[in-house]
C-alpha cells in the first residue's frame, strides 16, 4: 500500500514537471566555447576565447548568486561543416545554452542558423561578416565586437579621404573576405576613391608572392589586405621584402589584430593604420582586465579584441539572464531581453544592441607605433581617430535584416 | 608578359623549397624506405632553431644555417635510434603512422608555448634590399634561397649517386646483410642518412625563417605538397624530386597568375594526371 501511495505521487510529480518543462527556468547554464583552436586564427580566438568566457563567470558574481554554470570548447578547424557538427552535437547532447567566439564567417554564418532552428544563443566575437546582421541576422544572434562594416568604414574611408583614392584588393578566398571587399569597396567609393582590381587568394595562404606582384602591377595607392590573422601577417612580411611600400604603395590591413603586431615585430608592422573596437592600454580597467588575461594565458599574450568582446557579451548575456531570474532556456527570449537592455561593460563601455542584432559600441582607428614609440612589449598602437558609436555600425535604416521589416 | 615572367621566377623561389624538402624525403624514403610523415615538424624545427639562435645565444643566420640542421639532425637521429629502428621490415604503414604522430606530437608542443601567429625573423643585413630586373623586383634574398637550395641539390645528388659512400649506401639497402659482410656498420650508416635527411628539412626551415613567420604550424601545409611531389617524380629517386619540385612551383606559379583560386590544388589535380598516365611517378621504374 506504502509503495502504491509512492508510486502514484512520483507519477504525479513526474507528470507535473512533463507538463512544465517547456517553461522550467533554472539556473544552470552551460556555454560552447567554439572557435579554430589550432589554425590560423588560434591566437585571436582560440584558448584565450575559452578564458575569457571563465573570466567573465568569474567576475559576474554568478556562481554567488546560486547559479551553476559550465564552459565547453570545441575546435571547428575553419570548416563550415564541422562547426555545424560540434555545435549540433553540443545542441542536443550537452545541452549547450549559449555558444560564444566563432570566428572565421563561413562558420560563424553556419552555425547561426543551426542556433536560430535550435532555439540557443549566439554570441559571436569572431566572426566579421556584416552579413550577420543584415541578410543573415537572426533572432537568436548577437554579433558583438566588429564587423566588416565598421573596418570599411574605419580604414578604408580615412585611407581614401587621406589620399589614397586608388585601391586593390588581396581578398582571402571566403565569406570575410568577400563581405569585407565588398563593404570597403563601397566604403572606399563613398569617399571618391576607386578599386582598380582584386585578387582572391586561398584561405592560410603561405605564400604571396605571385599576388603581391599583381597587386605591385596594378600601380594602386593602397593595397587593402582583405583577409585576417596568419594571411595578414604574411602578406606584410613578404610586401615588405619586394619592396611595395618603399615603392610607394600602401597597404591597408583592414583586420588587424594585437597579436599579428606582436608576431610581425614593430620594425615591419610600423606605421600601419587599421581599426579595433578594443586595445588594452586604453584606460585602467583595461589594463586591469588585460593584465590578469595574460598572467593566465599560456603563451603570456594580450587579450584581442575578439577576447574582449566574448568577455563582455557573457557579461550582458548574464545580466539579462539575472533579469528574467532564471533560464528560461528560449534563445530568442533571452536575446530579446538582452537587446532590452543598455549595454554597459568595463571593456566596450556604454552601448546598446540593435534590434537587428548588432552591439554598438565606439570604433578606433589605430596606428602602430615606430620601435623608438614603444615602450616594451605589447606597447604597439596610436590612437589616431574615434569613431562614434553611431558611425561604426551599419546605420540601422540601410541594414537589411528581415527582422527589421514588419 | 613581364608578369608571366615574375611568375616563372617566383615559381622557381618556391619551387626550389618543394625542392630541398623532397629531396629530404627522397632520401628516406629511398634509403631506408621509411615515409617520414614528420618532415614537415622537422622542417618547422629548424625555423624554430633559427629563432632561437638569434634570440636566446645571440647567434645570427650564417652560423645557423650549419648549426640549426646539425641540431635538428641530432634530434631526427635520436628519433631514429629509438623508435624508428623497430619497425625495419614492417609495412611502410607502421612507418607513416608513427612519424605522422611524431609530427601531430612535435607541432603540438611548438603551438602550446608559441600560438599560432609566430615569431618574426629578419632577413640577415647582407641579404637585405632587391634589384630591378626590369620585369619585376627581385628580393636579394629570394635569388640567393635559388642559387643556394640549387647547389645544396646537387650536391646531395652527387653524394648518394657519384661517391663511395654513397654506393655503400645505396648497396645497404638492397642487401644489408651482404654489405655488413664488407665490415660496414650498416645500423649505423643507416642512422646517418636519416639524420641528413632530417637536416635538410631543417636547412629549407632555416632559410624559409625570414620570408614566412617562424610558425608551429608551417611545415602542415607544406609537407603535403611536398608529398606530391615526391609521389609526382617517383618514390625515391633523387634527381626525380629535384626537377619535379622545381617545375611544379613553377606551375603553381602560373596557376596563381591565371586562376589564383585554383592555386592550392593545381599540384594535387596534377598528381591525379601523372599517376593515371604513369603510375611510377615521372622518374621511377617499376618495382
Redesign the interface.
Known sequence: MKNRISALLLGTALALAGGNLAFAQDKVIKIGSLSDQSGLYADLGGPGSTLAAQMAVEDSGMIAKGWKIDIISGDHLNKPDVGVNIARQWFDVDKVDVIVDVPNSGVALAVSNLVKEKNRVLLDSGAGSSDLTNAQCTPNTIHWTYDTYTLAHGTGSALTKAGGDSWFFLTADYAFGAALERDTTAAVQAAGGKVLGGVKHPLGTSDFSSFLLQAQASKAKIIGLANAGADTTTAIKQAAEFGIVAGGQKLAALLLFITDVHALGLNTAQGLNFTETFYWDMNDQDRAFAKRFQERMKNHSMPTMVHAGVYSSLLHYFKALDALGGNPHDGAKVVAKMKEMPTDDPLFGKGSIEPNGRAIHPAYLFQVKKPSESKGPWDYYNLVATIPASEAFTPLDKSTCPLLKK | M??LY??LL??L??GSFYALLSLGLAVIFGMLNIINFAHGALYMMGAFCAYFLLNVLNIGYWPALIIAPIVVGIFGMILERTMLQWLAGLDHLYGLLLTFGLALIIQGVF??????????Y??PSELQ??MNLGF??L?I??GWVVVFSLVVCIATWFLIEKTRLGANLRAATENPTLVRAFGINVPRMITLTYGLGVGLAALAGVLSAP???V?P??GE??IIVVFAVVVIGGMGSIMGSIVTGFALGVIE?LT??FY??A??TVVFVFMVLVLLVKPTGLTGRAA
Request: hydrophobic share 30%; glycine share 14%; no cysteine.
Open positions: 613581364q608578369a615574375a611568375q617566383v615559381g623561389i618556391n603551438q602550446n608555448y608559441f600560438g599560432s601567429s609566430g615569431l618574426p629578419s632577413i634590399g632587391g619585376m623586383y628580393p634574398y629570394r620570408i614566412n613567420q610558425r604550424l608551417m601545409n607544406v606559379g596563381k597568375y589564383p583560386e592555386s592550392n
